[in-house]
T-cell receptor, first 109, second 116 residues
Framework: GQNIDQPTEMTATEGAIVQINCTYQ??????LFWYQQHAGEAPTFLSY??LDGLEEKGRFSSFLSRSKGYSYLLLKELQMKDSASYLC??????????WGAGTKLIIKP | ETGVTQTPRHLVMGMTNKKSLKCEQH?????MYWYKQSAKKPLELMFV???????ENNSVPSRFSPECPNSSHLFLHLHTLQPEDSALYLC???????????????FGEGSWLTVV
């Protein structure tokens, strides 16, 4: 079967750095997405990786290793507003999005 | 504001009621989706419409009935639901559902459904 694994919950301190990992086993690979979802709000697009390496976008970076079936989302200079759930999703060989259950990130002052 | 609007935001219904969820997208996209989001579970794709034609129905019970009158509007008709159907129902849209790997999906804020 197809599977996306990410930690259920993480806690970090304001101003610090946190890395949220995502591992996947899917039938084929056509890209990996990260979404942010604040409580009671819509998931919003953060990043897309299809080639190996690091994509940087401001305080957020996303890394992909296709050979390892692994990605991480790196959040720097954490702010209280970064408290949210972070969803990892992979497009398989049929271009279907396979979703992880999300990682709830709690930021403490 | 993501360009995808859902109503109502909250709905409480009895198991014998009939209700509908509505979604409208203002992004000019061709594909629309219904997802179910339950606590601590992955998003579950329910239905996909591409150019108003249904292309996916992921073994969803018949008590959920989608309707897509045009590329901008999507409904989910609800009838004789069960308490386990209580969840957040998310509508989404994208330019097209496949082919373009980097095709981003845009979500609405969801409709919280409670079945009593």
């Amino acid at each position: 079967g197809q599977n996306i694994d990410q930690p259920t919950e993480m806690t970090a301190t304001e101003g610090a750095i946190v890395q949220i990992n995502c591992t996947y086993q899917t039938s084929g690979f056509n890209g990996l997405f990260w979404y942010q979802q604040h409580a009671g709000e819509a998931p919003t697009f953060l990043s897309y990786n299809v080639l190996d390496g690091l994509e940087e976008k401001g305080r957020f970076s996303s890394f992909l290793s296709r050979s390892k079936g692994y990605s991480y989302l790196l959040l720097k200079e954490l702010q209280m507003k970064d408290s949210a759930s972070y969803l990892c999703a992979v497009k398989d060989s049929n271009y279907q999005l396979i979703w992880g259950a999300g990682t709830k990130l709690i930021i403490k002052p | 504001e993501t360009g995808v609007t859902q109503t109502p935001r909250h709905l409480v219904m009895g198991m014998t009621n009939k209700k509908s969820l509505k979604c409208e997208q203002h992004l000019g996209h061709n594909a629309m989706y219904w997802y179910k989001q339950s606590a601590k579970k992955p998003l579950e794709l329910m239905f996909v419409y591409n150019f108003k034609e249904q292309t996916e129905n992921n073994s969803v019970p018949s008590r959920f009935s989608p309707e897509c009158p045009n590329s901008s509007h999507l409904f989910l008709h609800l009838h004789t639901l069960q308490p386990e159907d209580s969840a957040l129902y998310l509508c989404a849209s994208s330019q097209d559902p496949e082919g373009n790997s980097g095709n981003t999906i845009y979500f609405g804020e969801g409709s919280w459904l409670t079945v009593v």
